[in-house]
Every structure is written in structure tokens, then in C-alpha cells.
């Protein structure tokens, strides 16, 4: 079996133990270390282990300053399966209590157990009072049903009775995997003498190998992973729910800073736009205005930006779920369902939370459309989200679909497998994705344009691809038009010819209205043999236009009637293989100009023009001045 690793988070009012707990559990003061953090890679700032006799791997998170906490928390909450949340005996819950108690639940954080620190400092009547206290002030919020433990962290009274509770509460929880792709926000970066950059976060999902290629988001830089290390120790991988330091090299510290992501594949996107579920705190000091500036606390990073409502011009005081979009002043890494937490910039209080429904928003207009629409995208099965961007976009491959729906890799392959076998998606040899719907609609367009085109022009072999592409190009992007018709030559309800496209059932034919007369210019050709006259001659005696005239010879010529002597003589294709047999017939392996001629019997004006198309058509191939039959043109 994998070893299994946990994380645990310690959370509570200033001074009410936080840090003293964690080192009565793990004998690690993280205090002390944090004067260290710079000097060396082993150090885990904040970060200690604790070890128990049955070989689970557990990581203690001491989060003391605030600011600091809510970011730990972000960053860490795809790594936090439990938070102890600690509150003195001697003060209760205090206003910062509140403030984690919030901010844990809109961070979505299920596990949890309350330490109440300090017993030595109150008596036994008094502890029972504060525990009730403290459940009172605990009610309606996830940590009402939480399991009660007091300590005394300084004489260690109390300490193994939390080491048993802790280890019970993570029997429910569920073992993380750690498939996917790998994802480290950064929340630390420093460079160590003679070692280069040094990074440092949670890895929120996947694994990494030592010596792995690794890309730096937002800017895209390549890297690699040269040494891992969790908890002091080199490790030639480190997995999902970790603390992890790496050792990056092909990157100087300034390049990388807190908020970047490291990834392993192109399954992310950068974005400045996120479309978003959020719920308030309970009580708002002033009111949320329509595009008031917020802060995003998301991964490690903390970005400005503006709040955009669809469906309200402010909020104040407001219990439900908001569907609402935030606009950044910089770019983030994030995928759907993060969670992340909203704050105001002044006056400095947390505003809500809640979790990210569309990792690349679009602009949409203010209305119940958008909410409907954004409700969609909130509820949304793999289907519907695939359906969603597939719509927006038209045309995306894997990659793009993952980038923009957050969808593993796995479950997206799945569930266009079963769209595809179900007719709402096509895929075409280029391995793009589009919905059949919007197909369909391009499909009755261009069969439209297609038989105008046809009963226009009959004669012609069909409508250039690039006039198709260009008349579809206003309507869709001109890679969905290509994807279309590539996808309507699978299906063969179109065909191409050349560079020509027509429907799969059409010929090339003459136009009913100029038939007899077209007719009679072939039978006058066909009489005239080899000895034409020119093109326009035949024409001018009947009442076709010129341009009529032009597009019946190469209609003739296309379609393999005729052949084009001269620039402007066609010969009829009979008339062309009755002369060359006969020239065949009477000539030996090779033959001059007159030899022809006498066969023939036609003057030079003919000759010297028949003998070229010989060439052009591989019958013959040109010596000095007689010309050779083929051996691969002889039946
Ligand atoms: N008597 C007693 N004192 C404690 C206990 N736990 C912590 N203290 C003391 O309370 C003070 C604050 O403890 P810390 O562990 O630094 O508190 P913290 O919650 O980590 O503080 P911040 O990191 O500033 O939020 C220290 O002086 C500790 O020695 C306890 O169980 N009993």
C-alpha cells in the first residue's frame, strides 16, 4: 500500500497557543525556526512533522500571523484534511476565532477538532463553562459537531489524548490520490548558497519526480526540478498534500515569486477572469458596490481586482450564493473548484469566499441570462461543461478542453467518448472537438452555397475552397469553416477535385438553356479533327457569349472531352486518339517531324502543336529532333 499523508492545520485567536500545541506535539518550534527560514532548504518554515507509531505521515501547518493564516490556508487547502482549531481556556472564542471559523468554512475544510489550550490556567468548574461557552459560540458553523480536547501544552497534559483524537478523526478522512497533474502554488521563494532557487508550497495536486521538466506559470518558463525535500529530507518524489521545498534549476529568485504555479503539463491556463460562486460573511461593515475593488486570495496569490455583478448594483447583507465574475488586475493559475477567499483592501476586512466555477470568464451582459447561464456552468455535469465552452469557442482540442473546463483528463476523455458515440460531438483527423449542433447549421450553409454555386456555374468542376472558406469566415472562425468541411468530405457529403468543392452527388454538365448549341460546337470540333480553328471561331457562330464560350472549353478540357492544343485551340479527344494511333501504327520506336507530317497529313501549324501535347501527355518524350515513343504509354 502508498503511504498516506496528511496534513493538519492549527488555527485560532492571537496568543491563544497555537504555536506552543504544535511543538508539544512534535517537539518542533516553529517559532524558532522562522528566524532560520533563510539560511538553509532543510528548514520548514511553519511546517513540522508528526510522527505516530503506526507510520502515517503527518504534517503540522503552524499558521501564526493573519494575513499569513489565510493564505497558508489557500495554499494549503487542497493539503489540509484537518484543522484543530485553538482557543485559550482563559479568553474563549475571541473576534480572530470567528474570523478563521469563516474563512476555514468558506475554504470548504470538513475536519476539524477544538483544543482548548491552557486548562492550567482556569479551574475545572470554570473549563466547563468556557467549553460551553465555546460550543454556544461554535453553533451553526462546521465546527459544531467537532470533538472537545484540552490541553495543557507547556506541562503536556492532555497531549496524547489529542494525539488519539487527531488520529481518529483522520480514519474519516478520505485517502487523497495522487493522480492528475501536478500543481505546486508557490508560497516561499529564496536562494541558497551554491544551490540556486529554492521554492516551497503544498502540492495541491499530482506528483513530481526528481529531475522532472516543470513549467513556471504565469510566465511559462521552463525549469527543473533538481532536488526535492519534505520535511529536511531528499526525496526522489513527493506527491499530492505535501509540503514540499524544490530545488529549481534553469531560473534566477527574482524571476519567481509567491502566487506562481508550478506545473508538469499544458492542462492550465493563465487567466485574468474568473467566473465564480461566492458567499458573504455574515456581517458586512459597508456595502459590496457594483465593480468595487476587492482582493482574491486564490492559490498563494493575492490580486486585486474589481467584484462584476449580473444580477444586483450592491450587496448588503445577503445570506445566499452569489453568481458573480471577478476581473484581476494580474494573471493566476486556477482551475475549476478552487476555493478562494475575498477580501477588501480598506477598510481590511474578509468580505466572503466560495469557489471557482469558470477558470476563463467572458464579458457577458448584466441580466437573468448570464445568472442562468452561470447557474449552468455552477451545476454543471462533465457534459455540460464541455457543451459550454464548445460553444463559446467551437472548435477545441484536449488540451484546450481541459485548459477550460477543469476537467481531468480521464473524465474528459470519457465523457466525449460518450457525447461522440451519443452524435452531440465530432471530432475530425485534426483532433478537434466541435458540437454537432453548430455543425449542422455550418453543414445546411455550405450544401446552400454549394447548389447555388452549382446551378450557376454547371459547367464547372465546383466553387473554389477558398471563396467557400472566405463567404463562411464572417459567420464562424475560419478554423471551424475548415474543420467543417474536412468533416463533410469524411461524411462524403461534399467532395474536392483539385482545389474545387461540390456536392458528392453533382457532375460538371451543360446548362440546359445553351445545350443544343454547346452540342453543336462539339460535333463542328469533332468534325474538324486535328485541323481546329480557333476556340473563339466556333463560339462567335453561335450566339454564346465569350465568357460562355470559356467556360465550355474547360468544362470540355476538365471533364476529359478535349484536349487544349494551343492556348486557344481545343481538339476533340476522339479526333486527338485517332490521329495518335494512327501515328503509332505507322511509325517505328522513334520519329522525325516530316515522317509525322506524312503520316498525318496536316500542315506544321498543327503538327508542330499535336506532337507537344504528345509529350505533355508522356505518349512521347523529345530527342534532338525526332521524338521517342514510351515504353510505359504502350498498352
Ligand atoms: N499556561 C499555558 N500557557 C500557554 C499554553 N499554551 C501556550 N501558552 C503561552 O501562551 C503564549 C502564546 O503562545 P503561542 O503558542 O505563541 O501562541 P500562538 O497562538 O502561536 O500565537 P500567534 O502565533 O502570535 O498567533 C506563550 O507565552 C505560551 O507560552 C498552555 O497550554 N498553558
Not at 448588503?316 to 477567499?341: P, T
Not at 453548430?438 to 452555397?449: A, H, N, P, R, S
Not at 446551378?455 to 471563396?467: I, Q, T, V
Amino acid at each position: 500500500m502508498d503511504d498516506v499523508y496528511y496534513t493538519i492545520g492549527m488555527a485560532g485567536h492571537i496568543d491563544h497557543g497555537k504555536t506552543t500545541l504544535t511543538k508539544a506535539l512534535t517537539n518542533i518550534d516553529t517559532d524558532r525556526l522562522k528566524e532560520e527560514k533563510e539560511r538553509s532548504i532543510s528548514i520548514e518554515l511553519g511546517y513540522a512533522p508528526l510522527r505516530t507509531e503506526d507510520g502515517t505521515h503527518i504534517s503540522i501547518v503552524d499558521v501564526p500571523g493573519h494575513e499569513r493564516f489565510i493564505r497558508q490556508m489557500i495554499a494549503g487547502v487542497a493539503g489540509i484534511d484537518l484543522v484543530v482549531l485553538v482557543i485559550a481556556a482563559d479568553e474563549g472564542v475571541m473576534p480572530q476565532t470567528r474570523e478563521h471559523v469563516e474563512i476555514l468554512e468558506f475554504l470548504g475544510i470538513q475536519h476539524c477538532i477544538v483544543a482548548i489550550s491552557k486548562m492550567d490556567r482556569v479551574d475545572e468548574e470554570m473549563l466547563e463553562l468556557v467549553a460551553e461557552d465555546v460550543k454556544d459560540g461554535l453553533a451553526g458553523t462546521i465546527f459544531s459537531n467537532a470533538p472537545f480536547v484540552y490541553v495543557d501544552s507547556l506541562s503536556g497534559n492532555g497531549i496524547s489524548m489529542l494525539k488519539q483524537t487527531i488520529r481518529d478523526a483522520l480514519t474519516e478522512v478520505d485517502h487523497r490520490d495522487a493522480y492528475g497533474s501536478f500543481r505546486l502554488p508557490i508560497d516561499q521563494v529564496f536562494s541558497v548558497q551554491g544551490q540556486g532557487t529554492v521554492v516551497r508550497g503544498t502540492i495541491y495536486e499530482g506528483i513530481i519526480q526528481k529531475g522532472s521538466q516543470l513549467t513556471l506559470l504565469p510566465k511559462g518558463k521552463k525549469v527543473k526540478a533538481r532536488q526535492i525535500q519534505v520535511h529536511h529530507q531528499d526525496q526522489d518524489q513527493a506527491r499530492a498534500g505535501q509540503r514540499t521545498a524544490i530545488n529549481l534549476s534553469g531560473v534566477d529568485r527574482d524571476e519567481v515569486s509567491r502566487g506562481n504555479v508550478l506545473v508538469s503539463s499544458d492542462h492550465f491556463l493563465v487567466t485574468d477572469t474568473v467566473d465564480v460562486v461566492l458567499q458573504f460573511v455574515d456581517e458586512l461593515t459597508i456595502p459590496i458596490k457594483q465593480r468595487a475593488p476587492v482582493k482574491i486570495h486564490v492559490g498563494t496569490s493575492e490580486v486585486m481586482g474589481k467584484i462584476v455583478f449580473f444580477d444586483r448594483n450592491e450587496v448588503q447583507q445577503e445570506s445566499d450564493e452569489v453568481l458573480c465574475q471577478i476581473r484581476l488586475d494580474e494573471n493566476v493559475v486556477v482551475r475549476r473548484g478552487d476555493r478562494f477567499i475575498l477580501r477588501r483592501p480598506t477598510p481590511v476586512e474578509t468580505l466572503g469566499g466560495g469557489w471557482i466555477i469558470q477558470p476563463k470568464g467572458g464579458k457577458y451582459r448584466f441580466g437573468a441570462e448570464t445568472i442562468q447561464m452561470l447557474r449552468k456552468k455552477q451545476e454543471g455535469t462533465p457534459k455540460d461543461l464541455i457543451d459550454d465552452v464548445l460553444a463559446k469557442h467551437l472548435l477545441l482540442d484536449e488540451k484546450e478542453l481541459i485548459q477550460l473546463t477543469s476537467l481531468d483528463e480521464n473524465e474528459l476523455k470519457e465523457t466525449i467518448e460518450k457525447e461522440i458515440a451519443d452524435g452531440n460531438i465530432i471530432k475530425v483527423s485534426n483532433q478537434k472537438y466541435g458540437l454537432t449542433k453548430i455543425f449542422l447549421k455550418l453543414k445546411d450553409g455550405v450544401i446552400d452555397q454549394l447548389e447555388g454555386y452549382h446551378n450557376d456555374f454547371p459547367m464547372r468542376l465546383g466553387m473554389p475552397k477558398a471563396e467557400l472558406v472566405q463567404f463562411f469566415s464572417g459567420l464562424y472562425p475560419k478554423s471551424f469553416v475548415e474543420f467543417g468541411i474536412t468533416k463533410l468530405m469524411q461524411d462524403e457529403d461534399i467532395q474536392k477535385t483539385d482545389q474545387f468543392i461540390a456536392i458528392s452527388t453533382f457532375t460538371p454538365h451543360l446548362p440546359k438553356r445553351w445545350k443544343a448549341r454547346m452540342e453543336e460546337i462539339i460535333d463542328q470540333l469533332q468534325a474538324d479533327n486535328v485541323e481546329v480553328k480557333k476556340w473563339e471561331e466556333y463560339v462567335a457562330a453561335t450566339p454564346l457569349s465569350k465568357n460562355e464560350g470559356a467556360e465550355l472549353a474547360t468544362y470540355l478540357v476538365q471533364s476529359d472531352q478535349a484536349y487544349r492544343l494551343t492556348d486557344d485551340m481545343l481538339v476533340h479527344r476522339t479526333s486527338f486518339e485517332a490521329a495518335l494511333a494512327k501515328l503509332r501504327k505507322q511509325t517505328g520506336e522513334t520519329f522525325g517531324l516530316k515522317e509525322a507530317k506524312d503520316v498525318l497529313n496536316v500542315s506544321r501549324k498543327f503538327l508542330i502543336p499535336f506532337l507537344e501535347l504528345l509529350d505533355q501527355l508522356k505518349w512521347t518524350t523529345r530527342l534532338e529532333d525526332k521524338r521517342k515513343w514510351r515504353i510505359n504509354s504502350e498498352e
